[in-house]
């Protein structure tokens, strides 16, 4: 309920905000893949198990770009598909975009343990 009195509170109905998706594969991940392109203040909906969440995006999300669903903080793992898949370069909240901006590689580098 907390969720759709925030919508209403922005002139949006709940149907406008489950309208934008994005796609959670994994239970443990923090990124969720854009289903359509999402602009920045718009709410999109996501499932993560067995829930429906709502996040108002912070930037404009490209479809098949990530999007943070939880906080991430700098040098935490950033996992999609239950997957490490890179390492968040700066705190990342949810709703940002997550790209080559605030990610970087884990893999094949000296000077980080294996992921």
Do not use: W
Request: glycine fraction near 8%; include cysteine.
């Amino acid at each position: 309920m907390l969720f759709v009195t925030c919508i209403l509170k922005n002139s949006m109905t709940v149907m406008e905000a489950v309208m934008k998706h994005a796609l959670v594969v994994n239970g443990r991940d923090n990124v969720a893949n854009a289903l359509d392109d999402i602009k920045k203040g718009v709410y999109f909906s996501f499932q993560l198990n067995n829930s429906e969440n709502i996040v108002k995006a912070i930037d404009d999300i490209k479809f098949g770009f990530k999007v943070a669903i939880k906080p991430i903080v700098k040098s935490e793992n950033i996992i999609k598909y239950g997957c490490v898949i890179g390492a968040a370069s700066t705190d990342i909240q949810p709703g940002q975009c997550v790209h080559i901006h605030n990610v970087e590689g884990t893999r094949g580098r000296g000077d980080k343990g294996e992921a």
